[in-house]
T-cell receptor, first 115, second 110 residues
Framework: DTGVSQNPRHKITKRGQNVTFRCDPI?????LYWYRQTLGQGPEFLTY????????KSRLLSDRFSAERPKGSFSTLEIQRTEQGDSAMYLC?????????????FGQGTRLTVV | ELKVEQNPLFLSMQEGKNYTIYCNYS?????LYWYRQDPGKSLESLFV?????AVKQEGRLMASLDTKARLSTLHITAAVHDLSATYFC??????????FGKGTSLLVTP
């Protein structure tokens, strides 16, 4: 399967702990996005990378959140000092180089539960 | 701030019937996307609409875009159970961020 891969698929953590998620985009996709989805809602944009450069960040991305994409390949999203409100599905997507109309392909997501 | 509104949010329809899902957005955009999401699964891209008057069809689904009205529609023809899912529209305002609607949860019943 050459789709977008996310790990882990599920994560349960205690409030106050740090967690890190990984996303491996489709090969040769230079654009990578992180979204957060809560139950019954549409995905909310968090951040966007083009190659290794983080070009867009949402106001939702508080200082407890940090994302990286070293070498423009895989990406990590870290949440420090987790709160119960961070419980959500974290989705990664990637899209190929090209015009602005290229579609984004989503991974299966990482479901985070903060207890 | 770009707002994307879908209606209805919930839709129960009988197999064989036709129906339309509406997606309105608040600011100018010439890129609109439709995605499907099955329960517990990720999002599957259905359509990319890039210009005013664009119409795309795949099987029993047809999507259209009217950028002047800031409206997209997803029309379902002769619904079948396999179409039961949540459908999202998403709009790009500036940059590359997709702004999603809340989704339309569709249930097709016998």
């Amino acid at each position: 399967d050459t789709g977008v891969s996310q790990n882990p698929r599920h994560k349960i953590t205690k409030r106050g702990q740090n967690v890190t998620f990984r996303c491996d985009p489709i090969s040769e996709h230079n654009r990578l996005y992180w979204y957060r989805q809560t139950l019954g809602q549409g995905p909310e944009f968090l951040t966007y990378f083009q190659n290794e450069a983080q070009l867009e960040k949402s106001r939702l991305l508080s200082d407890r959140f940090s994302a990286e994409r070293p070498k423009g390949s895989f990406s990590t999203l870290e949440i420090q000092r987790t709160e119960q409100g961070d419980s959500a599905m974290y989705l990664c997507a990637s899209s190929p180089p090209g015009g602005l109309g290229t579609e984004a392909f989503f991974g299966q997501g990482t479901r985070l539960t903060v207890v | 701030e770009l707002k994307v509104e879908q209606n209805p949010l919930f839709l129960s329809m009988q197999e064989g019937k036709n129906y339309t899902i509406y997606c309105n957005y608040s600011t100018t955009s010439d890129r609109l996307y439709w995605y499907r999401q099955d329960p517990g699964k990720s999002l599957e891209s259905l359509f990319v609409l890039l210009s005013n008057g664009a119409v795309k069809q795949e099987g029993r689904l047809m999507a259209s875009l009217d950028t002047k009205a800031r409206l997209s529609t997803l029309h379902i023809t002769a619904a079948v159970h396999d179409l039961s899912a949540t459908y999202f529209c998403a709009v790009v305002n500036s940059g590359y961020a997709l702004n999603f609607g809340k989704g339309t949860s569709l249930l097709v019943t016998p």
